[in-house]
């Protein structure tokens, strides 16, 4: 038995973890799985009747707006098949859009444009679309190919967010998005996900991108893992990606919160990207947030979802800056180990 | 109260209610738990249907002697129609009379038989009847002569007769006597006609021969009609054999003899389009306790309470569930990702129709092709619905082709393909061609592998006979099953897959 093997962690390498973890390590590592988030987190703080006002994008932006959020200007929204085939007048004179579909779910069927010549629309990977395949792609979304459920949908036309240049150094094409997950209103972990070659400009962290973990406290990125795996460089640039300080982090911070208020859900993602000129930028909120954010920052949810549950029971009526205040004392990252 | 007492109470209740249900039908209703515990019996349905023309209806339905004189249990079910059975020089008939109908009426008569012990076609001891000669028209009377005179000299007795005489007319390179003959009867009387001819040449040969009415046992046919049989004299007795089978005496293992004698199988007056289908299912618990469940007061035996041809769809209705049960478990105990929530259990319903191993081949050989159509079909730029339109015409397409292929390489189960697969299959392509394109092939391989094996897990449960037999017998043990999905909705622990997924989580 290699029980001498008892590194700095509190948990000794055992042989087994090259295939797994036992359920009993994952517990005490406060690991949060599919189960438990759904049944402790999701269920009983997400009421059922909010989740359309996230599941639409056009109304979470309406929301955002009466809220006096800043989010990517609207330059139209497209409802019916005659609004597609005059796609032509609509995308008159933009040379950078975001198409999406309102309902869309994880990324999908949302179509990035950086330039234009002529009739050709180029992406950022630098693939080129015809008029007629644009067209054909917001008809896609029209007959809800990638809606919820195969719904009817509508397709937004975005101003493209340019991101400052900080973040798209830590990115391989694509832009790297923020995300932050809320308890009640107190943010309790962020990440920002960043794009390798692997993952084609996705920001998906199964399809390869990377999770860099960012301290709640001083938004300054700690930890970075790609397929699960610690690293400190980017695998394709090399850039390093550990103690990169996100720009008004603080802004950041308030506009998740004020999302949580505006949605009144328990349990919510916030993505936000920031843009050179305008700064943050609330892209959209997810009712049902993944789980790989605690490999990112490599500590299990629940030894910070547990103090909030604690927190609210005890100071329900807890304020904007309250909550900030505490999640920012309590959810500070310790001192960084070097990991390399 | 917490959600969790209320869970608890909830399973608590539905374990004890389906459980005591299932107790109370064991051991006061003698059901037996376990499926070997008890004799199969063949339980053979007729179902009589005609059109009432508002008259005063009657039907008669003639009954197998052999069974009715058995008395292992028969029953008649017919709402508002008075019965009797009518006895006759050893020959039984049902009699059904009523008031003035309208509309479709279905009369119900069920029997047991014991399996593999008598078929219903026994020679039967009977006095010399008179062969009548048959008037064949003056064109066909030498040809018929000529076949019989030459099957006489090589064949001594009644029973080589008849195989003779079958073997000759289903044989390969008939006669020209046999051919012209054929083609008369083909014409006369179209499907009936190798009976009508047999019993023609029979009687010409001197050996009196009538139709008889026999029954497959094979329960998966569902609603049959009635397999035409012939019955002969052989000097003393009275034999029946099939006339497709010539060479072979039936002895109660594939078919029962339902009818003999000579009369009409089914005689309505006072009704239009009547017909009669028969039903077959392996019945292990005894009539009697049949009976005594659909009297009794406790609602436990819906299911048992309906006639046999529609009883036949619940076999696979109760098994939903279970592989629901399945789903569920895999899902969400051990973490299998799946295309739909449910689509592994329709797959699992389309494999119970197909082999498995054939069954899987065939999936991933249609989808694997659908597949590839469909990514032809995307470089047209179609909306959605055409296209989901067109895969399902390919799909139809490759699975004709593939029956096709099947049945020339010499599979003959291969084209048993429903119309409930081929659905699925559309749908699947459609689906795993959205999620290629959006999350890649790795997702959607891996996608479309968990449906298989899921789906493959569900189909190895739902294939366990003693479970079919619960789900059969003991619906309300569903309940206990309920009772267990409940718990498994509030299980908050790790699936087996996470243990993988995190297998290098460290602290930071």
Partial sequence: ?340 | MSARTKLLIAVLFLVFLGGGLAWHKVVHLGIPFWRGESVQDWEIEAKVSFLGTGKRPKARLSLPAVAVDMNRGQEAGSLGYSFYTERNEGEYTAVWSGEERQGGQALYFRIRVPEGTSGGGEPIPGNPPEAVTPGFPSSLGDPARAVVGRIKTTTSDPDSLFVSVFQQISGEDAPQEILLLKRHYEKESREMAVLDMGIDLLNLAGVPARLAYGVRLEPDLGAQPPVPLLEYYDGAYWKVRNPMEPGQVLDGTGLYVWHRGGGPLLDVTGGENSRVVFTVAKEPVPLRTLTDLRDSPWMVSTILGLPLSERAVFRYIVLIPLGAFVVVLLRNIVGIPTLGTFMPVLIALALLEIPLARGLIMFSVLIGAGLWFRFLLSRLNLLVVPRVAACVVIVTLLMMLMSVIGYRMGMAGGVQITLFPMIILAWTIERMSLIWEEEGKRSAIIQVGGSLLVAVFAFFFMRIGQVQYWSFYFPELLLVLLAGILMIGRYTGYRLSELIRFKTFSDA
Wanted: hydrophobic share 40%; glycine share 10%.
């Fill in chain 1, 1 to 340: 038995m290699p029980d001498g093997d008892q590194t700095a962690s509190d948990v000794g390498v055992k042989w087994w973890h090259r295939w797994f973890r036992t359920p009993g390590e994952l517990r005490d590592l406060g690991v949060v799985g599919i189960n438990m988030r759904n049944a402790r987190f999701l269920l009983p703080n997400n009421p059922r009747r909010l989740y359309r006002l996230v599941d639409d994008k056009l109304q979470t932006k309406a929301l955002a707006e009466a809220e006096g959020l800043s989010v990517p200007e609207t330059f139209a929204v497209i409802r019916t098949p005659h609004d597609a085939s005059r796609i032509e007048r609509i995308l008159d004179k933009r040379y950078s859009f975001v198409i999406k579909p309102s309902r869309g779910s994880g990324g999908k069927g949302v179509l990035v444009i950086d330039e234009r010549e002529g009739d050709l629309f180029i992406k950022p990977s630098g693939a080129v679309l015809t008029r007629d395949e644009i067209r054909h792609h917001v008809s896609n979304i029209l007959a809800g190919l990638f809606s919820l459920g195969g719904q009817r949908d509508c397709a937004l036309v975005e101003y493209r967010v340019r991101p400052a240049k900080l973040l798209t150094d830590l990115s391989y094409q694509g832009a790297p998005d923020i995300r932050c997950v809320m308890l009640h209103g107190y943010p309790v972990m962020a990440m920002l996900r960043a794009a390798t070659k692997e993952s084609d400009g996705r920001a998906n962290l199964h399809q390869g991108a990377l999770g860099i973990g960012i301290d709640i406290a001083t938004g300054v990125t700690v930890r970075a893992v790609h397929h699960g795996k610690p690293v400190t460089k980017h695998p394709d640039t090399g850039v390093d990606l550990i103690g990169i300080q996100m720009p008004e982090w603080n802004k950041i911070l308030d506009i998740a919160v004020t999302c949580q208020e505006m949605t009144g859900l328990g349990y919510l993602g916030v993505d936000l990207m920031i843009d050179e000129e305008i700064g943050p930028l609330m892209i959209e909120v997810n009712a049902r947030p993944g789980l790989a954010i605690q490999m990112a920052n490599g500590i299990g949810l629940l030894r910070r979802l547990e103090p909030v549950v604690k927190q609210h029971k005890e100071n329900p009526g807890a304020g904007h800056y309250e909550k900030i205040a505490f999640s920012k004392h309590h959810f500070a990252a310790k001192i960084r180990k070097a990991t390399s």
